[in-house]
């Protein structure tokens, strides 16, 4: 689609420039010299990065706010905020992609770009305006606006740019690998941070955020070919899979543990429908995760025993009470103050934001750690239904496409609902950001492969530019073992599907 022949010779020509105006102004202003070569080189290759591979600046935004405390980032995030860096080299990636497809006069519009997504970016487009208009009308001007320009900025960028980015299964796959390459460092670094730590420190050991995102990335090893050789895509199960395990233990996030473990098990029952899993195998696999998990706790609790049990011990309570004095049970407080007060702004909420000032009495961040409740008493039951309206369109737009694709994307879907899932328990219209990023992904490559089903009056439209899509065939998952493709016979649709794929 956005095919960039000559990027070696105009990255060059632009480097060139930048280091002779460089160097003309070190000269001027008397700066060390090796200043202005270090800048250039950094400069190409993040221009490099941005024009051939962007995925990496998502990522990078996303895991930013969980690297921010370690001591290669510490001193850089002092002086630039990482987040922020990243999102404006996505910015920039996405402005050079529309630049060079308008310059092409063989190039595709936005009506393929977006095609047979419409109805799902104008409900985000409603859902947007609705939570917009209620900043008029907030009590809480300065987190409002905050949150807003963030949601508006952060979260639209996120939802489109996997439109642009994404194009085919071979860039999906490369953007799940880096994802899950990142994964991995997190983890690494939740693990020695309590190793290293000191347990006197009255610090809470939970990252919620981290947690969030180690789930994604076990969903994409579990239910997600990221390798196409088998012997590989074992060794991810192996070695890589456990280190995420473990990393989402050190994290002490129940909520996305919670949700994980629910999402797996809707997976394996898809499969298990599908029949591309049998039933020893998915029993063989709870028990690993089972023994994984409790594994890890036993290791973990032993850096910091007091707080790990103290997490346990509430954990506990609350399924068996109701009820709890932790975090957990201001939570609870949280949704029981929330629910009573919703009918006092029913139709159009409080104003976006408003929930801080109604709850600790202050114009700053507060939320009440559970989206559809917080759109419901800021945005009223107007936002709300517009919320639902947004999921509801694309949960029947990722259903198509599973069904299209031999639920091949399966990953896909089961993020979308993990990200859901933890919605309910974490994180404001803001933290939800990653939301929004997947709720793009999963439109792209229904995008994709919407244009290339074999249904007629979606292959016989004209395009300019057909999508080039070099994919592999869908993979069975590593651990299911030899399934009988007498038993399982493939359809002439799911034969076209495949061809179109290959």
Same mark, same amino acid.
């Given at each position: 689609?956005?095919?960039?022949?000559?990027?070696?010779?105009?990255?060059?020509?632009?480097?060139?420039?930048?280091?002779?105006?460089?160097?003309?102004?070190?000269?001027?202003?008397?700066?060390?010299?090796? $200043?202005?070569?270090?800048?250039?080189?950094?400069?190409?290759?993040?221009?490099?990065?941005?024009?051939?591979?962007?995925?990496?600046?998502?990522?990078?935004?996303?895991?930013?706010?969980?690297?921010?405390?370690?001591?290669?980032?510490?001193?850089?995030?002092?002086?630039?905020? $990482?987040?922020?860096?990243?999102?404006?080299?996505?910015?920039?990636?996405?402005?050079?992609?529309?630049?060079?497809?308008?310059?092409?006069?063989?190039?595709?519009?936005?009506?393929?770009?977006?095609?047979?997504?419409?109805?799902?970016?104008?409900?985000?487009?409603?859902?947007?305006?609705?939570?917009?208009?209620?900043?008029?009308?907030?009590?809480?001007?300065?987190?409002?606006? %905050?949150? $807003?320009?963030?949601?508006?900025?952060?979260?639209?960028?996120?939802?489109?740019?996997?439109?642009?980015?994404?194009?085919?299964?071979?860039? !999906?796959?490369?953007?799940?690998?880096? !994802?899950?390459?990142? %994964?991995?460092?997190?983890?690494?670094?939740?693990?020695?941070?309590?190793?290293?730590?000191?347990?006197?420190?009255?610090?809470?050991?939970?990252?919620? *955020?981290?947690?969030?995102?180690?789930?994604?990335?076990?969903?994409?090893?579990?239910?997600?070919?990221?390798?196409?050789?088998?012997?590989?895509?074992?060794?991810?199960?192996? !070695?890589?899979?456990?280190?995420?395990?473990?990393?989402?233990?050190?994290?002490?996030?129940?909520?996305?543990?919670?949700?994980?473990?629910?999402?797996?098990?809707?997976?394996?029952?898809?499969?298990?429908?599908?029949?591309?899993?049998?039933?020893?195998?998915?029993?063989?696999?709870?028990?690993?995760?089972?023994?994984?998990?409790?594994?890890?706790?036993?290791?973990?609790?032993?850096?910091?025993?007091?707080?790990?049990?103290?997490?346990?011990?509430?954990?506990?309570?609350?399924?068996?009470?109701?009820?709890?004095?932790?975090?957990?049970?201001?939570?609870?407080?949280?949704?029981?103050?929330?629910?009573?007060?919703?009918?006092?702004?029913?139709?159009?909420?409080?104003?976006?934001?408003?929930?801080?000032?109604?709850?600790?009495?202050?114009?700053?961040?507060?939320?009440?750690?559970?989206?559809?409740?917080?759109?419901?008493?800021?945005?009223?039951?107007?936002?709300?239904?517009?919320?639902?309206?947004?999921?509801?369109?694309?949960?029947? %737009?990722?259903?198509?496409?599973?069904?299209?694709?031999?639920?091949?994307?399966?990953?896909?879907?089961?993020?979308?609902?993990?990200?859901?899932?933890? %919605?309910?328990?974490?994180?404001?219209?803001?933290?939800?950001?990653?939301?929004?990023?997947?709720?793009?992904?999963?439109?792209?490559?229904?995008?994709?492969?919407?244009?290339?089903?074999?249904? *007629?009056?979606?292959?016989?439209?004209?395009?300019?530019?057909?999508?080039?899509?070099?994919?592999?065939?869908?993979?069975?998952?590593?651990?299911?073992?030899?399934?009988?493709?007498?038993?399982?016979?493939?359809?002439?649709? *799911?034969?076209?599907?495949?061809?179109?794929?290959?």
């Amino acid at each position: 689609m956005f095919s960039t022949p000559n990027i070696p010779r105009t990255l060059l020509v632009l480097l060139l420039i930048a280091l002779g105006g460089g160097l003309l102004l070190s000269m001027y202003m008397d700066l060390p010299l090796e $200043l202005p070569l270090l800048a250039t080189v950094g400069l190409g290759l993040l221009c490099y990065v941005g024009m051939r591979s962007p995925e990496w600046f998502i990522v990078g935004a996303l895991f930013a706010p969980q690297w921010k405390t370690f001591w290669i980032f510490k001193s850089i995030d002092q002086r630039m905020d $990482l987040t922020g860096a990243m999102l404006l080299c996505l910015a920039a990636a996405l402005l050079w992609r529309v630049l060079v497809q308008f310059g092409r006069s063989n190039s595709m519009d936005f009506r393929t770009i977006f095609f047979g997504q419409q109805h799902q970016l104008l409900a985000y487009l409603i859902f947007a305006v609705i939570v917009s208009a209620s900043f008029f009308y907030t009590t809480a001007p300065d987190y409002g606006a %905050s949150k $807003l320009n963030r949601f508006l900025v952060i979260g639209t960028l996120l939802l489109i740019s996997p439109f642009f980015i994404i194009l085919t299964e071979e860039n !999906f796959r490369r953007f799940a690998r880096i !994802f899950v390459g990142f %994964s991995a460092f997190t983890a690494i670094q939740l693990i020695t941070s309590l190793e290293t730590r000191n347990q006197q420190e009255n610090v809470d050991i939970t990252r919620i *955020g981290a947690g969030w995102l180690l789930g994604m990335g076990v969903l994409l090893v579990l239910f997600y070919p990221l390798i196409r050789n088998r012997r590989w895509q074992r060794a991810l199960y192996l !070695f890589v899979l456990p280190l995420l395990i473990v990393g989402l233990m050190a994290s002490a996030a129940r909520g996305p543990i919670v949700s994980l473990s629910v999402v797996i098990l809707a997976g394996l029952f898809v499969w298990l429908r599908q029949g591309r899993l049998r039933g020893r195998s998915a029993l063989v696999l709870l028990l690993l995760f089972v023994a994984g998990f409790g594994g890890a706790y036993l290791l973990l609790r032993q850096t910091d025993l007091g707080k790990y049990n103290a997490k346990a011990k509430e954990f506990g309570t609350l399924l068996s009470e109701g009820a709890s004095s932790g975090s957990a049970g201001k939570r609870l407080d949280f949704y029981q103050t929330t629910v009573v007060a919703i009918p006092n702004h029913l139709l159009f909420g409080a104003g976006v934001g408003s929930w801080s000032t109604f709850y600790f009495g202050i114009d700053d961040r507060g939320y009440p750690h559970d989206l559809p409740l917080e759109i419901a008493f800021e945005e009223g039951l107007l936002g709300l239904a517009a919320f639902a309206v947004l999921l509801g369109f694309v949960a029947v %737009s990722i259903v198509r496409m599973l069904r299209a694709s031999r639920f091949h994307f399966l990953a896909l879907g089961l993020i979308v609902a993990y990200c859901v899932l933890v %919605s309910l328990f974490s994180g404001d219209l803001d933290d939800n950001r990653l939301l929004w990023l997947w709720i793009g992904v999963a439109l792209a490559m229904c995008r994709t492969i919407q244009l290339h089903v074999p249904n *007629g009056h979606l292959v016989r439209r004209a395009f300019r530019k057909p999508f080039t899509v070099a994919a592999p065939a869908p993979l069975e998952p590593a651990f299911t073992g030899r399934l009988s493709r007498q038993q399982h016979p493939v359809s002439r649709k *799911g034969r076209a599907w495949r061809e179109k794929f290959v």
